[in-house]
């Protein structure tokens, strides 16, 4: 296991180049489960959920080859299994969307449920409810969904919550289901959006992705494609933040503004310079960090993937801000690393009053989950001396190269072998 080791206080300056979006690439990767034909799929983040994918994929039978470092080839041809083992969807929940493509290509799936996960419960039952609700029998057993369906049969879904995970599963079994399919208070996630794109050009009849209902019409038959996976924009808010706690200057290529209209618009809020370019977002902090309220929500609000980083962001600034987490239980993890290294942090229930403080200080921290493990590294960037961030695997099964492209851009950043790991 590697460590990062920072040593804060260099204001980030130059370009760097946002990756494709792993959200985006793991369902449209299980969408290849949908026909027999290749699918090619570029700008691939390469990443340790990727690479977990592959290997599920794999197990079904799917033929899986790098064309180039950011193109796959996918072919499923001939499925060979129809289970989901839990030791795959135990260390990545999107293990679990190979449930729908799985169930309406052969008509049946063996899956295992997710578990817990740090952030909070994450339960599957709008997936499941959803699944049945096109015909499926299904059964909980041993810690498994046992799904079986000779066809699957549209149906109008309400999603009590409007879930990414289960809009994209439903997506993917309604496109081969038998006649209209309408799904309502369906998440509009950018992802969601390029997944049903990928769909769309393998053959499927979707509309209304990007907004809260879905219409599938289903059809006999999908084929191969080509699909671009658009950018992570978590990845590029990120990048976006990193410039700003360091008080840098930073042109983040491939950001789209539109995607991250929150984002921006609560960065500028708290006295950073967010400006459009021709090929992605400039970032500058000339003043310091001025305190904001914040309310984590579906998209197109703040994005929980960024609340964390945000927070390392406003824990190095001026006055008092609150942050409210409405999306996931338990993710303020992070938060006792950051008083760890200085913050001023207060949390009760959803709710973390952030109290600026003007230097953070370097200190030993542990990654917990994905999104808290880069604010622990963003926080190192702006603190005083040196910070050691343990269990990295958390970043490396979300970011790519994130150390590396630090370094590009004046970071004082490595990454060492953790001899005191356990
Ligand atoms: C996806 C993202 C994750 C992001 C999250 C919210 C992927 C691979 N992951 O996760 O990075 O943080 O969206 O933007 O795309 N819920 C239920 N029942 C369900 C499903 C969800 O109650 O069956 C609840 C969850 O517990 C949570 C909320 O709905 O409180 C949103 O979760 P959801 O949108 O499903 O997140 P994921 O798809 O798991």
Not at 185 to 190: G, I, K, L, S, V
Not at 320 to 328: A, D, L
Request: aromatic residues 2%; proline residues 5%; glycine residues 10%.
């Amino acid at each position: 296991m590697d460590k990062i080791v920072i040593k804060g206080g260099v204001p980030l300056a130059g370009e760097v180049m946002v990756s494709g979006s792993k959200n985006a690439a793991l369902p449209i990767m299980m969408a290849s489960l949908l026909t027999s034909e290749p699918v090619v799929i570029r700008n691939v983040p390469q990443l340790r959920d990727i690479a977990t994918a592959l290997s599920l994929l794999h197990n079904l039978g799917v033929e899986g080859r790098w064309l180039d470092d950011h193109t796959l080839e996918l072919c499923a041809s001939r499925i060979i299994s129809h289970q989901a083992p839990y030791e795959l969807v135990k260390t990545m929940r999107a293990s679990f969307f190979v449930l729908g493509p799985l169930l309406a290509r052969t008509g049946r799936a063996r899956v295992s449920t997710p578990g817990g996960c740090a952030i909070g419960a994450r339960p599957v039952n709008l997936h499941i409810r959803g699944i049945r609700a096109l015909g499926t029998r299904i059964q909980m057993r041993h810690g498994y969904v046992e799904a079986h369906a000779d066809r699957l049969t549209g149906a109008r879904i309400w999603l009590d919550t409007p879930s990414v995970g289960a809009t994209e599963n439903i997506l993917m079994a309604a496109v081969l289901a038998r006649g209209h399919t309408t799904l309502e208070n369906a998440a509009r996630e950018p992802e969601v959006q390029d997944l049903a794109r990928m769909l769309n050009a393998m053959g499927a009849k979707i509309r209304g992705a990007g907004s809260h209902v879905i219409e599938i019409e289903g059809v006999e038959r999908l084929h191969g494609t080509e699909h671009t996976v658009i950018n992570d924009r978590i990845e590029a808010g990120t990048l976006m933040v990193a410039a700003a706690i360091t008080g840098g200057d930073v042109l983040v290529r491939g950001a789209c503004a539109d995607q991250l209209k929150a984002t921006i618009a609560k960065l500028q809020e708290s006295g950073i310079e967010v400006t459009p370019e021709a090929d992605g977002l400039r970032v500058r902090r000339k003043g310091p960090v001025r305190p904001v309220e914040l309310r984590t929500l579906p998209y197109p609000g703040f994005p929980t993937d960024l609340q964390a980083q945000m927070m390392a962001l406003l824990a190095h600034g001026e006055g008092t801000s609150v942050i409210t987490e409405t999306i996931f239980e338990n993710r303020f993890m992070h938060a006792l690393e950051l008083l760890r290294m200085g913050a001023d942090i207060v949390m009760k229930g959803p709710t973390a009053v952030v109290r600026g403080v003007p230097r953070l200080s370097g200190a030993p921290v542990m990654a917990t989950d994905l999104r808290a493990s880069s604010s622990l590294v963003l926080a190192g960037l702006a603190a005083e001396n040196t910070t050691e961030v343990h269990r990295v695997y958390h970043l490396d099964r979300g970011y790519e190269a994130l150390d590396s492209k630090l370094r590009s851009l004046g970071a004082r950043i490595e990454r060492v072998p953790d001899r005191g790991a356990s």
